[in-house]
């Protein structure tokens, strides 16, 4: 496609303003410019973005790789990544007015997504450094949570809470990073599994694309259905997408082994998914005001602080 004569559209859902739907001679396409964001990543942003796109298709639902090129400092042009369009609705949009029997249906359907993504195996955490996806270090300080709260309560919006806060936070990291020390395996992580970034069949809850890879890297296994379930409280929504994610990689952590009973066996893993998102949580929270879901977050940490409580909400 001659993205010169294409007419491009800023797709909604996103805070990086990077993606636009491509629309010429009657072909509709999907274009990643990697020109301020996606930049800040590194010249390799780019191939990184598409060496997992090729990895994971015909596992999950995601966008064919159309076109790579890098960035190109001396022409001052970005990178740039055109794949092919999805079809289906953004699941925020869907699920507003979501019958009880559609919203199982899509819970059930993101659980298995979820499932099949803890089960793709990799040799260790890290992130992904270039196009063969070679794995290197996480940033400072991720590699433990008491650390990642220490480093970000030096931060202009975590350093204005009381000390009682901040002390709270500190024992709540320091109980969640007990609960995953015994996960010993990593795997491919989106790392920004929510509602924005499915798309679904808006008729029979199917998921139809998973896109916006751009924080995918290799990690542990319940980061993403924490993510998923940071927000999704609601009851029966959020045990389908649990009982779903459990039956599906039953029997892959020693510690949730089919032998226990469902019930703990379902307490385990939702205990460590939210115990995984706190990393997230941390990080957008230190950066409230910059969007809705960094004011949001940071809202459902301080009630975690407050409460010292995984599985608080904000009210």
């Keep these: 496609m001659d993205l010169l004569r294409a007419g491009l ?3 909604e859902g996103g805070f990086s303003g990077e993606t636009f739907l491509a629309e010429a001679a009657g072909e509709r396409s999907v274009v990643r410019i990697y020109a301020d964001r996606g930049a800040r990543r590194g010249s390799n942003a780019v191939e990184v973005d598409a060496a997992v796109l090729r990895l994971v298709r015909g596992l999950l639902p995601v966008p064919e790789v159309l076109e790579v090129r890098r960035p190109d400092e001396s022409a001052r042009t970005p990178g740039l990544l055109v794949m092919s369009y999805l079809e289906g609705n953004r699941l925020d949009l869907v699920l507003r007015d979501a019958s009880p029997e559609l919203r199982g249906r899509v819970a059930a359907s993101a659980g298995e997504m979820l499932a099949r993504l803890a089960q793709m195996p990799m040799l260790r955490p890290g992130m992904f450094l270039d196009g ?3 794995i290197g270090a996480f940033p400072p300080g991720a590699e433990d949570l008491v650390e990642w709260v220490t480093r970000h309560s030096q ?3 975590l350093r204005e809470w009381s000390t009682s806060q901040r002390a709270g936070l500190l024992e709540v990291a320091d109980r969640a990073q007990r609960l995953l020390d015994g996960v010993d395996r990593a795997c491919l992580v989106h790392s920004d599994f929510n509602p924005k970034n499915l798309l679904v069949d808006p008729w029979t809850g199917v998921v139809t694309g998973l896109v916006d890879w751009e924080f995918a890297h290799s990690g542990g296994p319940f980061t993403d259905l924490g993510n998923f379930l940071r927000f999704e409280r609601e009851p029966l929504f959020a045990e389908e997408v649990l009982a779903t994610y ?5 029997g892959l952590d020693p510690s949730t082994s089919s032998g226990r009973r469902k019930r703990g066996q ?4 939702l205990d460590r998914a ?3 998102d706190l990393w997230a949580l941390v990080d957008l929270a230190a950066r409230s005001g910059d969007h809705p879901v960094a004011s949001r977050a940071h809202d459902h940490l301080l009630a975690i602080a407050r409460t ?3 599985h608080a909400t904000a009210v």
Excluded: F, M
């Excluded at 379902?266 to 893993?269: G, S, T």
């Design 132 to 134: 063969d996806l070679k």
């Design 308 to 310: 010292g409580d995984l």
């Design 9 to 11: 559209t800023p797709l």
């Design 266 to 269: 379902r307490d385990e893993v």
């Design 246 to 250: 459990v039956r599906g990689t039953s």
């Design 274 to 276: 939210r115990a995984s």
């Design 155 to 157: 931060q202009r919006v």
